[in-house]
T-cell receptor, first 113, second 114 residues
């Protein structure tokens, strides 16, 4: 069975500061890993994904994540937070293409001016 | 092009009533998923349709929940004899069958059972 753990249900950052959202997973097979963002009253939007190849993945809105197999982690970062980054972020894993996603509990990001 | 659409956006129903939630996937997407998002349980997988294959129903929480997908496109999630614990946001997603599993999500249907 797969599982995803996101450390910290709420994160507060100052505008311009580093955003770091932690995600650890467990999977019995090489995983596909995703980060989704959810703005209030909206569906989920894909930020970035890791399938194979380069372990540092760049996504939309200046976010990136690094797949570290030895640490079973896929942490999300952004060098400089913007007010528009305030949202909830979900890490997810699936074991194969065309398969259901298992989500972490989500991290709500608050950006302070 | 058009994204995944869901209707209604909000639904309030009385306990014990049946409800139907609709999902229109992106044209050409052969895979369709239903998830439920609730305060207590987070985001949970419910059911997955892939082409003409038998659906993966492993996430349905009880036999009050069912779903169908007609003509390989539109899907309806039905909840019979609704209970208060069914209150949640029901999200639909679709994806291309091939390649990495990038799922595109609809805006969801917020269900409130009173």
């Amino acid at each position: 069975a797969q599982s995803v753990t996101q450390l910290g249900s709420h994160v507060s950052v100052s505008e311009g500061a580093l955003v770091l959202l932690r995600c650890n997973y467990s999977s019995s097979v090489p995983p596909y890993l995703f980060w989704y963002v959810q703005y209030p009253n909206q569906g989920l939007q894909l930020l970035l994904k890791y399938t194979t190849g380069a372990t540092l993945v760049k996504g939309i809105n200046g976010f990136e994540a690094e797949f570290k197999k030895s640490e079973t982690s896929f942490h999300l970062t952004k060098p400089s937070a913007h007010m528009s980054d305030a949202a909830e972020y979900f890490c997810a894993v699936t074991k194969a293409a065309g398969n259901k996603l298992t989500f972490g509990g989500g991290t709500r990001v608050l950006v302070k001016p | 092009g058009a994204g995944v659409s869901q209707s209604p956006s909000n639904k309030v129903t009385e306990k014990g009533k049946d409800v139907e939630l609709r999902c229109d996937p992106i044209s050409g997407h052969t895979a369709l998923y239903w998830y439920r998002q609730s305060l207590g349980q987070g985001l949970e997988f419910l059911i997955y349709f892939q082409g003409n294959s038998a659906p993966d129903k492993s996430g349905l929480p009880s036999d009050r929940f069912s779903a169908e997908r007609t003509g390989g496109s539109v899907s309806t999630l039905t909840i019979q004899r609704t209970q208060q614990e069914d209150s949640a946001v029901y999200l639909c997603a679709s994806s291309l069958d091939r390649g990495p599993n990038e799922q595109y999500f609809g805006p969801g249907t917020r269900l409130t059972v009173t």
